[in-house]
């Protein structure tokens, strides 16, 4: 999937790609022109990475008329809201690190949101200069990559120029986020990879109005014609009560090949029996957390709200 290219004109005004949103404001690029943008009404389903229609109502200032059709979502969601996070992506990173220590439910949620959204997901483990606690990291890492996520082992402090030849040759040609939790170093790589990152968030952060909170927001950064990369503020939890149940058990990569062998047509994969799914976790074939969690999005899809 090619990145974010900016199409042509649209014949009755102007078109931009969003690469940055602060409540409902908004900030598109307009061919390397930066124009603060709002929605019309009360709206907010504009997300990062949306190209969009405008209507210039000064010479800096316009009015978001339409979207145009989103290759892929992603976005996270609680009982009561949900929160866009990035529009027509193609690649995720989820950067994790030998310290502090990561979380198992963020990642796999991670995994389970990209699936869903039909976006190819990687995984980065940073300070592998840490020693003592590599092997740790990557025995731990071992859950997902032998479900066939690639994983790709840099130091931004100790071995940035690795750290930029690793990663750059998977952006190119790509429309990518980084997301990851805190204290990760996630924003030492992104500066590593868009070396006028700092300058672009104080412009942002200047044309949004948001003061010194240049952390809380999603922007897009371009690394050239084709390609862009989307730095996501650091997060701990990442709902997914949006998704289906039809939609979580295919988003489990390793249930594909016993989805269909289960004795009920309408099996939930959780106490029904003659489970093929139920089968394979009792063989070991199945990761029995990837399993609970599996159980838990379950059960959060059922207590939606809104």
């Known amino acids: 999937m090619s990145g974010a290219t900016l199409p042509a004109p649209a014949a009755t005004g102007l078109t931009g790609i969003i690469i940055a949103a602060h409540g409902r404001h908004y ?169 006028d990152a700092d300058i672009a968030v104080r412009e942002i952060s200047a044309a949004l109005d948001t003061g010194k909170h240049t952390t809380t927001f999603t922007r897009l950064y371009s690394l050239g014609e084709h390609a862009s990369i989307i730095d996501s503020p650091g997060f701990q939890e990442f709902g997914l009560y949006h998704l289906s149940e039809g939609m979580l058990e295919r988003a489990f990569v390793e249930f594909g090949p016993y989805l269909g062998g289960c004795k009920f047509y309408n099996c939930r994969h959780l106490i029904e029996p003659q489970c093929a799914i139920l089968t394979a976790v009792a063989e070991g074939k199945i990761a029995k957390f990837r399993h609970t969690l599996y159980g838990q999005l379950l059960h959060e899809s059922a207590q939606t709200l809104y």
Do not use: W
């Open 27 to 195: 900030l598109a690029d307009v061919g390397g022109r930066k124009l603060q943008c709002v929605t019309r009404g009360k709206k907010t389903n504009i997300a990062v990475g949306d190209v969009v229609n405008l209507k210039m109502t000064s010479e800096d200032q316009a009015v978001i008329e339409s979207i145009t059709e989103r290759k892929t979502l992603l976005y996270r969601s609680d009982q009561y809201k949900s929160k866009l996070l990035a529009a027509n992506l193609s690649r995720l990173f989820i950067v994790v690190a030998t310290e502090p220590g990561f979380a198992d439910d963020l990642i796999s949620r991670s995994l389970v949101a990209a699936e869903a959204a039909g976006i190819e997901a990687h995984l980065i483990l940073n300070k592998t200069d840490v020693a003592d606690l590599l092997p740790k990291a990557r025995e731990r890492l071992l859950a997902y990559t032998s479900l066939g996520y690639p994983l790709h082992e840099v130091s931004a402090r100790a071995n940035p120029e690795h750290a930029v030849a690793t990663l750059m040759p998977l952006l190119e040609g790509e429309s990518s986020i980084f997301i990851g939790q805190s204290g990760m170093g996630k924003s030492s790589l992104i500066n590593l990879l868009v070396p």
